[in-house]
């Protein structure tokens, strides 16, 4: 099953502009606390890049990052701002093996269709190095549907999660419950899961 729903992208590519470019005050709290896994200088992959705003603070804090998004539209969007190649890159067509330090998949990955998710896991396995770090992150729930924008979310519970990253070989699964927002405004419970690929 493909990893892409048709009315989620159509959503990102008439909200290019105004997504991509929207200003918010926010916390890099867990990104920090990510970035404190990895060694100085480590390589990562960024999928879902949005904007650019975890591109420029890990740029900023000198790692090593290959930002890229699945809308064509917000890459050329983040490419503006950043002033950096940014590629777009559909999450069934990461092909790379053992080539990064760390995978981070900040509120992307949460758009895969349940039943393809355990590829994409699989994808960015392999493409990680051995004592890899994969972050990606979802919002809550206990069955897929849509947002009142007509966005498609597998919404998954922390056990759904857990059982559906066995699948692949992890050394250690993390998934720690947050709550925060999104771009709909409403008060949403985060699961933040942090995987690492045996060494």
Request: charged share 25%; net charge negative; glycine share 8%.
């Amino acid at each position: 099953m493909t990893a892409n729903d048709p009315e989620t992208l159509a959503f990102y590519a008439d909200e290019a502009v105004r997504y991509a470019n929207r200003s918010q005050a926010r916390s890099f709290d867990h990104l920090d606390a990510y970035l404190a896994l990895l060694s100085p200088g480590s390589r990562i992959l960024e999928l879902g890049c949005g904007g650019g705003d975890d591109t420029t603070h890990m740029l900023a804090h000198g790692f090593d990052v290959v930002p890229t998004d699945g809308s064509p539209e917000i890459a050329a969007e983040a490419q503006k701002r950043l002033g950096i190649p940014v590629n777009v890159l559909q999450f069934q067509d990461i092909a790379d093996e053992n080539a990064y330090d760390g995978v981070w998949a900040s509120a992307c990955l949460l758009h895969v269709p349940r039943t393809a998710l355990p590829d994409i896991i699989s994808r960015v396995h392999r493409a990680l190095r051995p004592g890899g770090r994969f972050f990606a992150s979802f919002k809550a729930g206990t069955a897929e549907g849509r947002d009142r924008f007509g966005r498609y979310f597998n919404y998954p519970s922390p056990e759904w999660l857990r059982e559906t990253y066995r699948e692949e070989r992890w050394h250690d699964i993390d998934i720690a419950a947050r709550m925060g927002g999104g771009y709909d405004n409403e008060p949403t419970q985060w699961l933040h899961v942090i995987a690492t690929k045996p060494r």
